[in-house]
């Protein structure tokens, strides 16, 4: 696209066109390079590429071509310097710690974030001296007091599984910077399509590629997103040192996937807030989370920072657990797994799957009730999977 200044075009011309560099053999669409290493022309190039001197590819665990496209095109659609892509979602989170951070390092996390992030800050990190502090997603004065000396990082999810909470990012980057910490926003749930979080101040972006970039449920991979000093520089030391990296044919599946994201996200969207809306009219529902919805605590803030409410809606059936699982088990075109950001819609009981390990005193602290539903609204016909809910609602 040399004719062009890429960054002059609009979000969904990028997604679909945005770092690909075509070969000699004029491929329409991107290219696999499934390759671990790099042939030299002589010794002397060799040496010109180990020691930096000269521009290129050497090893597939540094850099490959496939990859690169990905992470090109992923870094213009956040609004980002640099990306670099990773094995895993927890891959991009555990690279960002290890790249910024050092023994004696503090974070200050919200509480309602993915359980493996928590396991990983908990369990992993604490290991090598750095400790994680937990608070309210939505209490900027629990943010503030929580931060310490040694705080380098805030770390956020937003909107936040399941109960769709959200975080003011433009308020929590003002606050990280008065305190001299950095913002991470694992911006999993919007995607770019629906939430740019550098551009509100945030430092850092984290994406699990699993989810809605992919959008098929095909591959698993992540990737950090940022400027060039952090991710360009720290972050990637680690990764091409460490080697969580992601693979050309996984690369080359999220590209498929960025290609469709607008239209994608926006289906979502719109399915997402059609079944919210039907069910705040069931007699069996006690209360909806969706930020589309006006009885959403945060719905106008989440109206000012997302360009759509996203495809996670939760409810809370009357009659507790039983009913729950009478609900989803009556289902038949919902998944029954915690898996979310797919075509094919899934639904989750929180209370006994992705929040099971927290005792019954900790679940009430984070807002699980036992008639917790999560839906991950897939495209499928709203019309069927409204009629699929009804079944659920008959079976009560
Ligand atoms: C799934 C998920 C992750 C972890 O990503 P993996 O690709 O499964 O490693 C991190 N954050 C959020 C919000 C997720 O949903």
Request: proline share 4%; hydrophobic share 40%.
């Given at each position: 696209m040399s004719k062009v200044d890429e960054n002059e075009l609009a979000f969904e011309t990028r997604a679909i066109r945005a770092g690909q560099q075509r070969t000699a053999e004029g491929e329409h669409s991107e290219p696999i390079f499934p390759t671990s290493s790099y042939v030299f022309g002589s010794a002397a190039e060799a040496a010109a590429r180990f020691s930096g001197e000269q521009p290129g590819n050497i090893y597939s665990r540094f850099t490959n071509p496939t990859v690169r496209t990905f992470e090109q095109r992923l870094a213009s659609l956040e609004g980002g310097e640099r990306c670099v892509a990773t094995a895993s979602g927890m891959a991009a989170i555990l690279a960002t710690c290890a790249g910024l951070l050092k023994a004696g390092d503090h974070i200050v996390s919200s509480r309602s974030i993915f359980g493996t992030t928590t396991m990983l800050?908990?369990?992993?990190?604490?290991?090598?001296g750095i400790d994680t502090s937990f608070v309210a997603l939505t209490d900027p004065d629990a943010w503030s007091s929580a931060i310490r000396d040694s705080t380098r990082l805030l770390f956020v999810e937003t909107p936040s599984n399941p109960l769709t909470e959200v975080a003011d990012i433009a308020q929590l980057?003002?606050?990280?910077?008065a305190r001299d910490c950095l913002l991470v926003v694992d911006n999993c749930f919007c995607t770019p399509a629906?939430?740019?979080p550098l551009k509100d101040g945030a430092d850092i972006v984290i994406h699990s590629a699993t989810k809605y970039?992919?959008?098929?449920g095909r591959c698993i991979g992540g990737a950090v997103v940022g400027d060039e000093e952090r991710v360009g520089k720290d972050i990637y030391g680690f990764l091409r040192t460490a080697g969580p990296t992601m693979s050309p044919f996984n690369a080359w599946v999220f590209l498929k996937g960025l290609e469709t994201l607008s239209v994608r996200m926006q289906a979502h969207c719109e399915r997402a807030l059609a079944l919210a809306q039907w069910l705040e009219a069931q007699a069996g529902v006690e209360r909806v989370y969706y930020p589309g919805l006006k009885s959403h605590p945060q719905h106008a803030l989440a109206a000012r920072q997302q360009q759509g409410s996203g495809g996670i809606v939760s409810f809370d059936v009357r009659g507790g657990k039983a009913s729950a699982w009478k609900l989803i088990d009556a289902?038949?075109?919902?998944s029954i797994t915690a898996n979310l950001g797919d075509t094919k819609s899934t639904v989750t009981h929180p209370a006994t799957t992705t929040h099971g390990r927290l005792t019954p005193e900790q679940r009430t602290e984070a807002g699980i009730g036992d008639g917790l539903i999560r839906l991950a609204v897939g495209l499928e016909s709203v019309d069927d999977l409204k009629a699929d809910l009804a079944r659920g609602f008959a079976a009560l």
């Amino acid at each position: 696209m040399s004719k062009v200044d890429e960054n002059e075009l609009a979000f969904e011309t990028r997604a679909i066109r945005a770092g690909q560099q075509r070969t000699a053999e004029g491929e329409h669409s991107e290219p696999i390079f499934p390759t671990s290493s790099y042939v030299f022309g002589s010794a002397a190039e060799a040496a010109a590429r180990f020691s930096g001197e000269q521009p290129g590819n050497i090893y597939s665990r540094f850099t490959n071509p496939t990859v690169r496209t990905f992470e090109q095109r992923l870094a213009s659609l956040e609004g980002g310097e640099r990306c670099v892509a990773t094995a895993s979602g927890m891959a991009a989170i555990l690279a960002t710690c290890a790249g910024l951070l050092k023994a004696g390092d503090h974070i200050v996390s919200s509480r309602s974030i993915f359980g493996t992030t928590t396991m990983l800050f908990t369990n992993y990190l604490a290991k090598f001296g750095i400790d994680t502090s937990f608070v309210a997603l939505t209490d900027p004065d629990a943010w503030s007091s929580a931060i310490r000396d040694s705080t380098r990082l805030l770390f956020v999810e937003t909107p936040s599984n399941p109960l769709t909470e959200v975080a003011d990012i433009a308020q929590l980057a003002k606050l990280a910077h008065a305190r001299d910490c950095l913002l991470v926003v694992d911006n999993c749930f919007c995607t770019p399509a629906l939430q740019q979080p550098l551009k509100d101040g945030a430092d850092i972006v984290i994406h699990s590629a699993t989810k809605y970039l992919d959008g098929q449920g095909r591959c698993i991979g992540g990737a950090v997103v940022g400027d060039e000093e952090r991710v360009g520089k720290d972050i990637y030391g680690f990764l091409r040192t460490a080697g969580p990296t992601m693979s050309p044919f996984n690369a080359w599946v999220f590209l498929k996937g960025l290609e469709t994201l607008s239209v994608r996200m926006q289906a979502h969207c719109e399915r997402a807030l059609a079944l919210a809306q039907w069910l705040e009219a069931q007699a069996g529902v006690e209360r909806v989370y969706y930020p589309g919805l006006k009885s959403h605590p945060q719905h106008a803030l989440a109206a000012r920072q997302q360009q759509g409410s996203g495809g996670i809606v939760s409810f809370d059936v009357r009659g507790g657990k039983a009913s729950a699982w009478k609900l989803i088990d009556a289902t038949a075109i919902f998944s029954i797994t915690a898996n979310l950001g797919d075509t094919k819609s899934t639904v989750t009981h929180p209370a006994t799957t992705t929040h099971g390990r927290l005792t019954p005193e900790q679940r009430t602290e984070a807002g699980i009730g036992d008639g917790l539903i999560r839906l991950a609204v897939g495209l499928e016909s709203v019309d069927d999977l409204k009629a699929d809910l009804a079944r659920g609602f008959a079976a009560l």
